[in-house]
């Protein structure tokens, strides 16, 4: 009885449009048009007829599309078509005002951003990297541009050229002082502190940081040259993708020795790479002709990214309020809100640990569950919802377990972790729609 009275409140949790049969239709397959009917052949012309009184007429030429049916085409095409083009005139008319509206902007990338050419400045918009008013956009790139070059020659100097340059410094206060003792035919042995010494175990040593330093530089090789290795950008042997992937150990780099906290951790090279990617890709020639804006345009971004997530990244929070844990335990509150049947039935009756899969969903925000050009779009809405991409990925994350609840609701331990850990295509709009509609209070029925 007790089981029986706890499962009737769930099922009455799960809303109407959760039942729609839209949520488990596979997307239509396109098939080539010239191939589809190639075996069997086309349907053979059949014999003449009996003479009848009157011929059927010929078909008439197609009418014009009156306004419902220009209405159920938008319905399916979603995104594309008119939708589409009425989306890119609004993104257009709202990147033409000289002080740029964010919450507007907001707005439409929830919606996608339907020119790719256009992410690359909405995005940096978004993130803060660029001002609202148009008029500052040249100051402020050159000004972080600069700031960025500067942490290039400042933090990943060698340190023999360190250790040389302080003995130059230190040469132009002596040359002095040793100038008496040119006639003696000894040459002048380098004076190097102790301290700066390459076998120092001091802490303040240069060597010893740069020692120190070589694990987490080996890690960020390895990760970066495991980056996409589908894509020709990341991977491979052609110039293109050893110059981008020197530009994503650089970024890593920089970041580690600037956040002393964090360091580098496994993965970051993922959340990066799509910024990169955007960034590098841009058509502007001002953003991206010149290799180190991109890389600097998107350090920027990308520190801009990881302070809303920078406590997932932290094992000493690990066990805390702030930590990855407790961000998987409210993705596990947010699923039983929404669906607690299929909480019920993941947690308690088939014991899948929502750690077991979340972990790698919300430390890489779903760069690994999707095509590369899906995580773009999934990052539009991110970056774009007001309330934050830390929320927004969340309802995310429900509502990837929302459009799978049938076949995890059907599935053992087993079946259902292999399920979320090789999360099968999905329609982006409509895993998106759905994970608008977790946005607020839940359903009850």
């Not at 349907?43 to 009848?52: M, T």
């Not at 700031?147 to 250790?163: H, K």
């Not at 987490?216 to 894509?231: F, G, L, S, W």
Request: include cysteine; charged fraction near 25%; proline fraction near 9%.
């Amino acid at each position: 009885m007790g089981e029986t009275s706890s499962r009737k409140p769930a099922n009455k949790r799960i809303p109407d449009w959760l039942n729609s049969p839209m949520w488990s239709i596979p997307a239509p397959v396109t098939t080539s048009a010239s191939h589809q009917f190639d075996d069997p052949p086309p349907r053979p012309v059949a014999p003449p007829p009996p003479p009848k009184p009157s011929p059927p007429p010929p078909p008439p030429p197609a009418p014009v599309k009156s306004r419902s049916e220009m209405e159920q085409e938008e319905e399916v095409v979603g995104s594309s078509g008119v939708c589409k083009k009425h989306l890119l005139a609004e993104f257009t008319a709202a990147l033409a005002q000289k002080v740029v509206n964010i919450g507007e902007l907001q707005r439409l990338a929830c919606q996608g951003i339907p020119d790719p050419n256009m992410r690359p400045t909405v995005w940096k918009l978004l993130l803060g990297y660029l001002p609202n008013d148009h008029a500052l956009w040249p100051y402020e790139l050159e000004k972080k541009r600069s700031q960025y070059n500067a942490f290039r020659d400042e933090l990943l100097v060698n340190p023999s050229e360190i250790t040389r340059r302080m003995e130059e410094k230190d040469g132009m206060k002596e040359k002095d002082k040793n100038s008496d003792d040119e006639g003696s035919g000894f040459l002048s042995r380098s004076k190097i502190p102790h301290g700066e010494h390459p076998l120092s175990l001091g802490e303040t040593s240069v060597w010893n940081q740069y020692f120190q330093e070589s694990e987490i530089v080996e890690q960020i090789d390895r990760d970066v040259k495991r980056t996409h290795p589908e894509m020709p950008f990341f991977s491979g042997e052609s110039s293109l993708a050893k110059s981008n992937q020197e530009s994503l150990k650089r970024i890593l780099m920089i970041f580690a020795k600037l956040n002393p906290g964090i360091r580098y951790v496994q993965g970051m090279n993922e959340v990066l790479a799509p910024l990169y990617y955007v960034f590098k890709t841009d058509p502007d020639q001002n953003n991206s002709q010149a290799n180190n804006t991109a890389e600097a345009d998107t350090f920027f971004c990308f520190v801009e990214i990881l302070s809303g997530f920078r406590d997932n990244f932290c094992k000493q929070l690990d066990n805390s309020v702030v930590g990855i844990r407790s961000t998987i335990s409210r993705l596990s509150n947010l699923l039983r809100k929404h669906d607690e049947e299929l909480w019920r039935h993941l947690e308690i009756s088939t014991k899948v640990n929502p750690q077991f899969y979340a972990f790698r969903w919300i430390t890489l925000l779903l760069t690994q569950e999707f095509d590369f050009n899906d995580s773009l779009r999934i990052w539009d809405t991110l970056l774009g919802d007001p309330e934050g991409p830390q929320e927004t990925l969340l309802r995310v994350c429900c509502a990837m377990l929302i459009l799978v609840r049938r076949r995890l609701l059907a599935g053992d331990f087993t079946a259902n972790l292999k399920l979320l850990q090789n999360y099968p295509l999905s329609n982006i709009d409509h895993l998106l729609h759905v994970a608008n509609k977790l946005r607020g209070s839940s359903f009850s029925g």
